[in-house]
């Protein structure tokens, strides 16, 4: 397992994608760069999965940083989905009421 700034690359089963663990807790615009340059880094599989287990919140700007990765990656490779597991209750209504499980597979903790 690979540590790299904020995310925890770990490995996955042999057929599956990575799972990206977001750390820190707290995500806002003063983190958004920080956020943009991991997910910069993500390659896309058919599934991209992110562990939302330790996180505590995501403010617009982190969403939208999320939502324009997805975009991108799925210009080149449009099967992909951006699935957020080990969502928090709280997560989960904030991204509900933003109708994000139209766009995220949302899977709750």
Not at 33 to 40: C, P, W
Not at 50 to 61: G, K, P, Q, W
Request: net charge negative; with cysteine; charged share 25%.
């Amino acid at each position: 397992m690979g540590q790299v700034d904020n995310f925890v690359h770990t490995s996955a089963a042999t057929d599956g994608p990575p799972s990206h663990v977001l750390h820190g807790g707290y995500y806002d615009l003063s983190r958004k760069s920080e956020l943009k340059a991991e997910f910069d880094a993500i390659e896309p599989h058919s599934d991209v999965v992110i562990d939302l287990a330790s996180t505590e919140h995501l403010d617009c700007s982190c969403i939208g940083v999320m939502v324009g990765r997805l975009r991108e990656w799925r210009v080149r490779k449009p099967e992909t989905q951006l699935r957020l597991i080990n969502v928090t209750p709280r997560l989960e209504r904030m991204l509900r009421l933003l109708m994000l499980q139209q766009l995220f597979v949302i899977n709750p903790a």
